[in-house]
């Protein structure tokens, strides 16, 4: 599992360099997301693995995923946002993501596919 969060680190930090402009989820400082990912340790990264892979599948559009990493204190919040079927029949969801690092939140916005194996895996 230890390489099994890369891809949504990964997106992680790509979607928070995008922040821009305004609107909702827009203008918000990308620090703490990018600072909250690079300091996760493996243990942390399976945690979150886990529980964005949980949110995206068993969180009812419209509805918000949260929870507490217990080793860093990190704050993440899923909230899918638009369900859809691809031409090849893979499913994906739109989604925003909070992470709140010492109070300040820092928002994204992304979409994941599932794969083959049930894992959720950012693509935009």
């Known amino acids: 599992m230890k390489f099994g969060f890369i ?3 990964a997106g992680i930090i790509l979607l928070a360099a995008c922040q821009s ?4 989820g827009r203008g918000t400082p990308a620090i703490p997301t990018v600072a909250a990912v690079k300091s996760l340790d493996d243990v942390d990264q ?5 529980h964005f892979n949980y949110a995206m ?9 949260i929870w507490t990493n217990p080793s ?8 899918p946002i638009r369900t859809f079927q691809q031409a090849d029949s893979t499913y994906c969801r739109d989604f925003t993501q909070s ?12 979409t994941a596919c599932r794969q ?6 950012i693509v935009g």
């Open 57 to 65: 599948e068993n969180t009812l559009t419209g509805q918000s995923s």
């Open 72 to 79: 860093s204190g990190y704050q993440v919040q899923v909230a």
């Open 21 to 24: 402009g305004s609107g909702p």
């Open 99 to 110: 992470i709140t690092v010492k109070d300040q939140p820092a928002t994204t916005r992304g």
């Open 46 to 50: 399976a945690f979150m693995a886990d």
């Open 7 to 9: 891809a949504p680190v």
């Open 116 to 121: 083959s194996d049930g894992s959720w895996k």
